[in-house]
C-alpha cells in the first residue's frame, strides 16, 4: 500500500545521532556464543557494535539524538506539536517512553511510541509526512532508538552478535516541495514468528521454570525473505517518488546485515555514483535505530552532500516493511 499525497510538502530539517560510548568488538562473544570474529565477519560484515551503559534507557538516548537533531534544525523544543519514539525495546510497559522524552526536552507537545521494530523509522517518517502535510503538526520530532542488548539472550549463538544500541533523530517539517516522498508500507503477519520473542509475559509470570523472554530469530529464513521480497519494495519507493535509481545520492537500508545490504543494492543496480550505507560494520543492528544512525554516518563521512535524495528501506519483525526516498537537509 501506498499513502496518498495531500496538498502541503514535508521536509527534514534537522538529523541527531547518538553512539553509546561501550565498543564491543567480536571476539567478546566467542566464549558465550562459540562464534569467533571470522565467523562474524564473514555472515554478517560486524565488526563491532556499541552497546549502552547499564542504567542507560531507550529514553536517555533518544534524548540525545532528539536534542542534537533540534538543534541541527534550529526550531526550538516549543515548536515541536509531536514526539514519535519509535522503539521494540523499552523494557518498561508503562507508561510510554514518548512521554518522558518530550519532558526532558522540553516540547511541552503530544507524544507516543510506535513499535514496527527495526521498520519503526521508517514506519514513523511515514506518519510524520503525514502529519505535517495535513496541517495536524507544523514540526514532528522523529526518534529512533532501541537498547537490544536488554532484550536479546546473550548467549544466542544465532543472534547475540548481531544486535546493539543506538539512537537516531528526524526533525520533519513543512517545505515548498516534496522532500520526503511516498511511503510504500506493509506487512505479514502470517510470518510473525521468524522474529518473535520466546514467550509472552503472561507465561513467563504463569511458568517461573520459563527463561526471561527474549527475541529470538530465525536468520536464514529471514534472509532469503528481505532478499526475496524488499528489492521489489525499494523499486515502488523510487517509482512512487517519480525517481530511477539514477537519480539517488545514496541508499540507506536497515542495517541488519552487510550480505543482506550488499545483496539489495545488486539487486536494484544501483549505479556508482550513489554511495550505499554500511553502518552495520561498526555499529551492528540497532534495529529501529539504524536508518537514521547510517543516514548520519554517510553524512558524516563527506559521501553524501545536503540536496541529495536517499532511498531509505526497512525491513523486520511482523513481519513489516516500509521505503521512502527523502531529500537530505
Known sequence: MTTQRPVRGARILGIGAYRPRRIVRNDEFEARTGRADAWIRRRTGIIERRYADHGETVMDMAVEAG???????????GRVDLVLLASMSNVRQSPSGAPEVAHQLGTGSAALD??????????GLGVADGLVRSGAAEHVLLVGSDKMSDIVNPYDADAAFLFADGAGALVVGPGPEDGIGPTVWGSDGGKRQLIAHSATWVEHRDDPELPWPTMRMAGPEVFRWVVEEIPAVAERALSAAGLGAADLAAFVPHQANLRITEALAARLCLP????????????????????PLAL????????????????????????SWAAQVVLLP
Open 67 to 77: 536534542r542534537k537533531a533540534l538543534a541541527e534544525s534550529g526550531i526550538a523544543p
Open 114 to 123: 510506535l513499535d514496527a521494530a527495526c521498520s519503526g523509522f521508517c514506519y
Open 272 to 291: 556508482p555514483h550513489v554511495a550505499v550505507a554500511r553502518d552495520i560494520q561498526h555499529a551492528g543492528n540497532t534495529s529501529a535505530a539504524s536508518v
Open 296 to 319: 548520519d554516518r554517510l553524512r558524516e563521512t563527506g559521501a553524501v552532500v545536503p540536496g541529495g535524495r536517499a532511498l531509505l528501506t526497512a525491513f523486520g519483525a511482523g513481519l
